[in-house]
T-cell receptor
Framework: DTGVSQNPRHKITKRGQNVTFRCDPI?????LYWYRQTLGQGPEFLTY????????KSRLLSDRFSAERPKGSFSTLEIQRTEQGDSAMYLC????????????FGPGTRLTVT | AQSVTQPDIHITVSEGASLELRCNYS??????LFWYVQSPGQGLQLLLK??????LVQGIKGFEAEFKRSQSSFNLRKPSVHWSDAAEYFC????????FGPGTRLSVLP
C-alpha cells in the first residue's frame, strides 16, 4: 500500500492556460474525492466518484472544471482557462467505500496561476 | 445545510501541557465526525472518527475526542503535548457530504 499519490506536486501556469492534475488512489478503494484548499482554510469539497461514476459535484465546481475517473482507478482534474482565483492546493482522497467514510489524502498539487 | 466551526484559529501550548481543540457542528441529525491533522508539506492524516456508540473515542498519537450531542461539539484532547504535534488540525463532518472546518494551528513551545 503506497498511499494516495498526486502529480504534479507543483504547477505554475499563466492565466488562460489549461492544466490537468492526476490522482492515483489506494488500490481497491472505490471512492475518490477532490478538494480545493486555500491558505488558512480547510479543504472544500469539489467532487466525488464511486468507481467510475461521478456522483456529486459541488456548486464550487464551475464549468471550467472537469473531472474523470475512466476506469475506476486513477482520476484527473482539468481546469480550463485558468484564473488567478484558481490558485490553491488541490487535494485528492480515496476511501474504501461501502460503509467506510474514512478518507486517505494525497499530498496535494499546488497550483499557482500568474 | 451542514457546517463546522473551529473557534480557535491559533493555539500555543507548552510541551507537556494538556490540549483541547474545539469543534462545533451544525447538522439536522447525528453526523459522522472526524479529526484530521496536516503537517507542513504533508497530506491530511486521520486522527480519529466518531460514527456511533461510545461518545469518547480514541485515536492515534494519544489523541481522543468526545462527542457531546447537546452541545453539537466534538472536541479533541491530548493529555500531554509533544513538540511533534505542532501542525494544523481540522474537524470534519459527514452528513450529506464532507465539510471541513477552517482549522486550528497548534504551536508548541519547548
Amino acid at each position: 500500500d503506497t498511499g494516495v499519490s498526486q502529480n504534479p506536486r507543483h504547477k505554475i501556469t499563466k492565466r488562460g492556460q489549461n492544466v490537468t492534475f492526476r490522482c492515483d488512489p489506494i488500490s481497491e478503494h472505490n471512492r475518490l474525492y477532490w478538494y480545493r484548499q486555500t491558505l488558512g482554510q480547510g479543504p472544500e469539497f469539489l467532487t466525488y466518484f464511486q468507481n467510475e461514476a461521478q456522483l456529486e459535484k459541488s456548486r464550487l465546481l464551475s464549468d471550467r472544471f472537469s473531472a474523470e475517473r475512466p476506469k475506476g482507478s486513477f482520476s484527473t482534474l482539468e481546469i480550463q482557462r485558468t484564473e488567478q482565483g484558481d490558485s490553491a492546493m488541490y487535494l485528492c482522497a480515496s476511501s474504501p467505500g461501502a460503509s467506510s467514510y474514512e478518507q486517505y489524502f494525497g499530498p496535494g498539487t499546488r497550483l499557482t496561476v500568474t | 445545510a451542514q457546517s463546522v466551526t473551529q473557534p480557535d484559529i491559533h493555539i500555543t501550548v507548552s510541551e507537556g501541557a494538556s490540549l483541547e481543540l474545539r469543534c462545533n457542528y451544525s447538522y439536522g441529525a447525528t453526523p459522522y465526525l472526524f479529526w484530521y491533522v496536516q503537517s507542513p508539506g504533508q497530506g491530511l492524516q486521520l486522527l480519529l472518527k466518531y460514527f456511533s456508540g461510545d461518545t469518547l473515542v480514541q485515536g492515534i498519537k494519544g489523541f481522543e475526542a468526545e462527542f457531546k450531542r447537546s452541545q453539537s461539539s466534538f472536541n479533541l484532547r491530548k493529555p500531554s503535548v509533544h513538540w511533534s504535534d505542532a501542525a494544523e488540525y481540522f474537524c470534519a463532518v459527514f452528513g450529506q457530504n464532507f465539510v471541513f472546518g477552517p482549522g486550528t494551528r497548534l504551536s508548541v513551545l519547548p
